[in-house]
């Protein structure tokens, strides 16, 4: 305890080198006073001129190697995240939290392909905590949107049961509904859009491609033409089908595919 209180005075004083030599040799030491792990993570990565001779001090503690990726994610430290994490990943045997939480950051950073990839190599176990469980829902949910997989929606809902009702979540729920033309997030989506006028700016061309996907001429026409009616630029090839009582083409870039063809892609 005495040595956690000085190299909390050396940092005050702005000594971050003596700050961080004392808190090298605390871990040295694998007192009992390290059981506040967190506590200690916070003294550790404040030595911010010295963060990367901290991170190697660190032992192959899974936890406390998460623990350290979220304090540096929150700082945005992105090479320190991913190096506790990819850490993390190799330490952990299986990986099973570890890739959890590095799939989540990878989503994070948009680097989907990676993402994909780690998340497909994830091992529930039988009685996972509720917390992971959301994170693998919100992982899983989130490739799905990206890659249009489908029955996405299904996870979106899952979330929304199971892990608290978030307007997030509902809209995603709707976005991968309205991909594969189900009929009754078609009515709440257009229910919503009575409610909230503004939101058609983000509704009406995936409701032309739910109608499109039923053969539903009416429907489809009726968002081009709203979307014409409020300056959103509808496609002239969308105009004139509707001009002429005809479907709208649909849009490829939401043609829905399945996990198993991602796999096959990306490979």
Same mark, same amino acid.
């Given at each position: 305890? %005495? ?11 702005? *000594? #971050? ?15 009992? /006073? ?14 911010? $001129? ?23 994610? %929150? ?9 506790? =994490?990819?850490?993390? #990943?190799?330490?952990?045997? $299986?990986?099973?939290? *570890? %890739? ?6 990878? /989503? ?21 905590? &509720?917390?992971? +469980?959301? *994170? ?51 009515? *709440?989506?257009? +229910?919503? /859009?009575? %409610? +909230? ?41 969308? =105009?004139?089908?509707? &001009?002429?009582?005809?479907? $709208?083409?649909?849009? &490829? ?15």
């Amino acid at each position: 305890e %005495a040595q956690r209180l000085l190299a909390r005075w050396y940092r005050r004083l702005g *000594s #971050y080198n003596d700050a961080c030599r004392v808190w090298q040799r605390v871990w040295s030491l694998e007192t009992a /006073i390290l059981a506040n792990k967190r506590d200690w993570m916070k003294e550790g990565l404040a030595c911010d $001129p010295n963060l990367w001779m901290v991170l190697t001090t660190l032992p192959d503690d899974v936890e406390l190697l998460l623990e350290a990726a979220r304090l540096l994610n %929150a700082q945005q430290q992105h090479q320190a995240t991913r190096f506790c =994490l990819e850490r993390a #990943y190799e330490v952990e045997k $299986p990986p099973y939290k *570890s %890739a959890l939480q590095l799939t989540r950051w990878l /989503i994070e950073q948009k680097n989907w392909t990676r993402a994909w990839t780690l998340h497909r190599t994830v091992s529930m176990p039988q009685s996972p905590t &509720s917390a992971e +469980h959301c *994170s693998y829902l919100k992982n899983k949910g989130d490739l799905g949107l990206q890659f249009n997989i489908v029955q996405t929606g299904t996870v979106y809902k899952e979330l929304n049961s199971r892990c608290g009702t978030k307007a997030y979540w509902t809209n995603r729920q709707w976005i991968s509904g309205l991909k594969e033309g189900q009929t009754e997030v078609i009515q *709440s989506v257009e +229910h919503h /859009i009575k %409610a +909230h006028p503004e939101s058609i700016g983000q509704f009406w061309e995936l409701l032309v491609q739910a109608h499109t996907l039923n053969q539903n001429v009416d429907g489809a026409c009726h968002w081009v033409e709203q979307a014409f009616h409020n300056d959103l630029s509808p496609e002239n090839d969308a =105009l004139q089908a509707c &001009s002429q009582k005809h479907l $709208p083409l649909l849009k &490829s870039k939401w043609g829905l595919t399945t996990p198993e063809e991602v796999d096959q892609r990306l490979q």
